[in-house]
């Protein structure tokens, strides 16, 4: 019988999101077919990590091409984004911990394109005045990486409803990256008079 390599790679990221030590066997059985067929297709771990890697990587360019970045207020499209990219948010947050796929000269260039695509996301809305200036847009594309990480385990661990993701993270990213939100850097709070207090 043969073997769907897209229902394995999607069984082993099914796993490994939920537990990212699980051994090879284990992805074998999730995916149900034999260590031996697994080995057949994926030489090793690593070798398994690097597909999965390309999946990610072509989840996260179809949800940028799905979002329409270029399109009407950024902080539209950045929700755009969010919601596009959250069926691969888990196998997102696996790969975000794979410190392998990001050292060296091996590190493959579909994260610099998409590096790029959302910080030019980013200061588009810099520039039409949306978003904070003191923030790079590498620093917000760093930070939206980390936020939909952080949502993705907090969701696979019950600690957080499904339906409430998208929303977490596009509140708490806009919030901090909105420009009328900021305060400047160097502020002094203003403490209120005790005329104010009373």
Not at 85 to 91: D, F, G, M, S, V
Not at 102 to 124: K, M, P, S, V, Y
Request: glycine share 6%.
């Amino acid at each position: 019988m043969a073997v769907d390599r897209d229902h394995v790679l999607r069984s082993a990221a099914a796993l490994l999101t939920r537990k990212s030590t699980a051994t090879m066997d284990e992805v074998a059985r999730a995916a149900g077919i034999s260590r031996a067929t697994l080995h057949r297709h994926f030489a090793g771990r690593d070798a398994l990590v690097r597909a999965l890697e390309a999946l990610g990587i072509a989840e996260c360019e179809a949800a940028l091409d799905a979002a329409r970045p270029d399109e009407g207020p950024a902080s539209d499209a950045v929700r755009r984004l969010v919601r596009e990219i959250e069926p691969a948010a888990a196998l997102l947050a696996f790969l975000y911990t794979e410190n392998q796929l990001f050292e060296g000269e091996e590190q493959n260039a579909g994260w610099t394109r998409i590096d790029d695509r959302i910080a030019a996301l980013f200061r588009r809305g810099q520039a039409a005045g949306e978003f904070r200036i003191d923030l790079t847009p590498t620093w917000l594309t760093e930070a939206l990486y980390g936020l939909l990480a952080s949502g993705a385990w907090a969701v696979s661990e019950g600690r957080v409803a499904r339906n409430d993701f998208q929303h977490m993270i596009v509140e708490l990213l806009l919030g901090g990256a909105l420009r009328h939100h900021a305060t400047p850097r160097h502020a002094t709070p203003r403490h209120a008079t005790p005329r104010e207090e009373s």
